[in-house]
């Protein structure tokens, strides 16, 4: 799990439950026929942008980006990839048979070399696995930044809807008041979704997908060489791109 998520999203709704609870009840801010209007008119503009499978799709991934799954630290990546190489210069491409990794994008690469393929097409087959797997972020990224945008809009939307009915019932003085509430939470709403939710998110898939194509790049440079025969102190110095330059020297120095 990604704790920076974590400690966002309790530090986030934690300051506006207790600005809420600081002069109301938090039931005051609950309103069934705002909810519905912003969620239910959010998500109905998201199934007319997208494919009902990207939605659902693009939700999943995000759960498991923000929950789930890990970004590998490339200095990791590294390491085991100096082993590959010395595996391969001392027992050749049949020795990495029996080298167990987690990564799945390097364990897939391992497999192509074990089996024989030429450099070309290993190196054709994994830049495909990059681009697919780019564009599935990219998707869930643009699928939350379309509720990013459109959750404010319903939100307006809301506000008229109980403007209007404020204005219809004037004489009904019981009226107003959920008028009212309407017509001010909604804004709330879709605002607390768009502010909250929909763009951390959406960030958090961009930064994710940057991450993910920095380590499949790494692998990808990685197996060119060590099929080249490529020494593994000159791949090392190779690799240093792939890491911030305060933490190259630890690259360095695992020789």
């Not at 939100?155 to 019932?169: A, S």
């Not at 502010?195 to 993910?212: C, G, R, T, V, Y």
């Not at 990685?222 to 630890?250: F, W």
Request: negative net charge.
């Amino acid at each position: 799990m990604d704790i920076a998520t974590l400690i966002g999203l309790l530090t986030g709704s934690s300051i506006v439950i207790l600005a809420i609870t600081a002069g109301s009840s938090l039931w005051d801010f609950i309103n069934l026929p705002g909810l519905g209007i912003v969620i239910g008119g959010t998500m109905g503009a998201t199934f007319i942008k997208f494919r009902i499978s990207s939605v659902l799709k693009s939700i999943g991934l995000a759960f498991r980006t923000t929950f789930l799954e890990r970004t590998e630290d490339p200095l990791a990546l590294i390491q085991q990839v100096r082993e590959l190489a010395s595996v391969v210069r001392k027992d050749g491409i049949l020795g990495l048979e029996s080298f167990e990794v987690e990564n799945a994008f390097l364990k897939k690469s391992i497999n192509l070399c074990v089996d024989g393929h030429p450099a070309e097409f290993v190196e054709e087959v994994l830049t495909q696995e990059v681009e697919q797997s780019i564009e599935r972020y990219d998707v869930a990224e643009k699928v939350f930044r379309g509720i990013a945008e459109t959750a404010p809009g319903l939100g307006m939307l809301g506000t008229l809807i109980g403007l209007v009915q404020m204005l219809n019932n004037m004489e009904d003085p019981s009226t107003i008041g959920p008028a009212m509430a309407v017509a001010l939470l909604t804004t709330f709403y879709g605002a607390f979704i768009a502010q909250m939710m929909a763009i951390p998110l959406a960030d958090k898939l961009e930064n994710k997908a940057m991450d993910e194509h920095r380590n499949m790049s790494l692998i990808i440079t990685s197996i060119q060489s060590i099929l080249k025969g490529q020494n593994p102190r000159v791949l090392s110095e190779v690799l240093t791109a792939y890491v911030h330059p305060s933490q190259r020297d630890l690259v360095t120095k695992q020789d």
